[in-house]
């Protein structure tokens, strides 16, 4: 055991009820306390608030959090207030009065935690303020914001090296969830961090299971798939705006509580739909990768993709979102040959040698790599991120069922020569009706029924010729043009098989129905939870009471209490105060403010 400030513990028991630290915590914390620097990486839901919540407490003054996301500042806020914490924010959303206010706590010292847009920070008036203020430290989240390479490039949060200059003697903690190495280089450069000490937690998520199906008919896929996740939140990420009003009307016809959500509705509907997905449980939201940035919800049980996701970022980033909570959640993506034909497509655009667009190339690549993988997921996932992981994790579908390949070299030599018989101005559709020998008015127009490859392929069925072209195309040896056409060409690797110097060993995909069915039984029994049938109706007693406290209180139901605090009372059944105060996720706070009336619903005589 380390040496520990008991100050710190104590804090972290009483105030947040949690019995100890987790991973790095402590270490964060304590480099904090004595006035270090820190740049943090962790995994969404690895628990970085806590890294300068508790040195806020424990320090003189008042701890600056700045955040790029209003949504998230009020959420934390209540939270703290929640805990018993003095905590404030400051942005564009208060009336002037309110503002006012916080401003007299801030400088009469009365606030532990002030929560501030980057671009009223580096107001003068406010600098000028903190400069008549205890500060205790400062803490930025989103660090990322500072890289002009990812997606949320924020020019204000490259001004923040300013806070170094005004105020040396303050402690700066930088957070970020991204482990890309290299917007990790260009966050010490920017904000002038070279003397912080790192923190580097490990990206994976270990309660979190990935799941990568084909596609055949997404809806009676998605339909299943929400049979085994009933009652739970969850997100369902499709690539357009039609798409996602189309699938959440479908599933609000088929009695799911399901709302849609992308730039395109006003920004009135859009603030309702998430406000509802927020504070009410078990809502699916259907969306664009509009959704979901400074979600910070944290009993999102799964995340669905119903097409390939743009980047393995984006992949990570999303599926990320279940399971903060710690609690077991899943990623399930299905796709089919038309995404991977877009992905070849963008690849075949972004050619050039230039540097940015060589990284954009092998991010397409590592998620189509990922996507056909045969071996583990999540050591693929880290991989991309440059963790090695040692397969295999038992929580993903390859570990759970291996899949089975199969020696397809012929097959590939057919489809390539049929690709280049036919003149490599063709696709996927076309070269398979000449393979099969099809006498199709296109075949038939063009002359193909003559081509030497004319119904070589006639072994296999359409089905199986997709899976060969979606295979061949994600392993680079077919490429799309970058035109858009979606018509095929011969890569440099393919010649090699051509020549028969190179086999080619293809994923055997088995039937999609029977492959989920068996899948989920084992992923998923009782939910994600694996609440027991004759645990439901205390557990539906106990949500329905978060609820209504969470109405009276004016906050999302996790602010009351998360699923897991909900799920320990389930099973510990609590008869009075002391064993609640004993619930991991129950500070004094809390128990003074909701202790009683959860003992109530638990003790009730049956
Ligand atoms: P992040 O900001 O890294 O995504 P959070 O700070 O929101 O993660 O924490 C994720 C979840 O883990 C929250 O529900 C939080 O209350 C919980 N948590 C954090 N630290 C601990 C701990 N030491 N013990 C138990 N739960 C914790
Ligand atoms: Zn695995």
Avoid at 237 to 263: F, N, Q
Avoid at 481 to 508: I, K, N, P, Q, W
Avoid at 552 to 560: C, E, I, K, L, S
């Amino acid at each position: 055991m380390q040496r520990m400030d008991p100050q710190a513990l104590s804090l972290l028991q009483s105030v947040f009820g949690y019995a100890s630290f987790r991973g790095q915590q402590q270490d964060i914390v304590e480099h904090l306390g004595e006035g270090g620097d820190a740049l943090v990486l962790m995994p969404t839901g690895g628990g970085k608030s806590l890294c300068y919540q508790i040195p806020a407490l424990l320090r003189q003054g008042t701890g600056i959090v700045v955040s790029p996301l209003i949504a998230l500042m009020q959420d934390q806020v209540d939270a703290l207030r929640e805990a018993g914490v003095s905590a404030a924010y400051l942005n564009s959303s208060l009336s002037g009065d309110a503002q006012r206010e916080v401003e007299r706590q801030l400088l009469a010292g009365e606030l532990n935690l002030l929560y501030v847009a980057p671009e009223r920070l580096l107001t003068g008036r406010f600098l000028a303020q903190l400069e008549r203020t205890e500060v205790a430290l400062f803490a930025i989240d989103e660090a990322h914001c500072v890289s002009q390479w990812g997606h949320d490039f924020r020019p204000e949060y490259r001004e923040l090296a300013i806070l170094h200059q005004r105020f040396p003697e303050v402690p700066r903690i930088a957070l970020t969830a991204t482990a890309d190495p290299r917007t990790r280089e260009e966050i010490v450069e920017r904000l002038a961090l070279q003397r912080a000490r790192q923190f580097v937690a490990s990206f994976d998520r270990p309660n979190i299971g990935y799941r990568v199906g084909l596609r055949h008919n997404a809806k009676r896929q998605l339909g299943e798939f929400l049979l085994g996740h009933q009652d739970e939140s969850g997100i369902v990420y499709c690539l357009s705006r039609r798409k996602v009003d189309d699938t959440a009307a479908w599933l609000a016809e088929s009695g799911i509580e399901a709302l849609p959500y992308h730039a395109g509705l006003d920004a009135a509907t859009r603030a309702r739909n998430q406000q509802r997905f927020l504070r009410e449980d078990g809502v699916v939201m259907v969306a664009t990768v509009a959704f979901g940035m400074g979600i910070d919800k944290p009993d999102v049980r799964f995340v669905v993709h119903l097409d390939l996701p743009r980047s393995i970022e984006g992949y990570y980033q999303e599926t990320g979102r279940a399971g903060r909570d710690g609690l077991p959640a899943e990623a399930w993506m299905i796709y089919g040959l038309s995404d991977v034909v877009t992905m070849s497509q963008m690849i075949a655009q972004s050619e050039s040698a230039d540097e940015r667009k060589r990284v954009e190339r092998q991010k397409l690549e590592s998620l189509l790599a990922y996507a056909e993988t045969t071996g583990c997921r999540r050591e693929r996932l880290l991989g991309a991120f440059g963790e090695r992981y040692a397969a295999p994790c038992g929580y993903c579908d390859n570990c759970i069922a291996p899949p089975k390949t199969w020696d397809a070299t012929v097959p590939a030599q057919k489809a390539l020569s049929a690709v280049y018989r036919t003149g490599q101005r063709f696709g996927s559709g076309h070269v398979i009706d000449v393979l099969r020998g099809q006498e199709t008015d296109r075949v038939l127009s063009l002359d193909h029924h003559r081509v030497s490859t004319f119904g070589i392929g006639a072994e296999m069925d359409e089905k199986q010729w997709r899976s060969v072209f979606r295979q061949l195309l994600a392993a680079g040896l077919l490429e799309a043009d970058a035109e858009g056409y979606g018509t095929l060409r011969l890569t440099a690797a393919s010649r090699a098989v051509l020549r028969g110097d190179s086999s080619v060993e293809l994923r055997e995909d088995a039937r999609p129905e029977r492959a989920s069915r068996r899948r989920d039984s084992q992923l998923i029994t009782g939910g994600s939870l694996g609440i027991e049938a004759y645990e439901q109706p205390m557990w539906d007693e106990l949500r329905a009471l978060r609820t209504r406290l969470a109405r009276q209180h004016g906050v999302p139901p996790y602010v009351v209490f998360h699923d897991a605090t909900l799920l320990a009372m389930l099973r510990a059944l609590p008869s009075n105060e002391e064993e609640m105060a004993s619930i991991s996720g129950v500070g004094e706070a809390k128990l003074k403010r909701y202790g009683r009336d959860f003992l109530a619903v638990i003790n009730a005589p049956a």
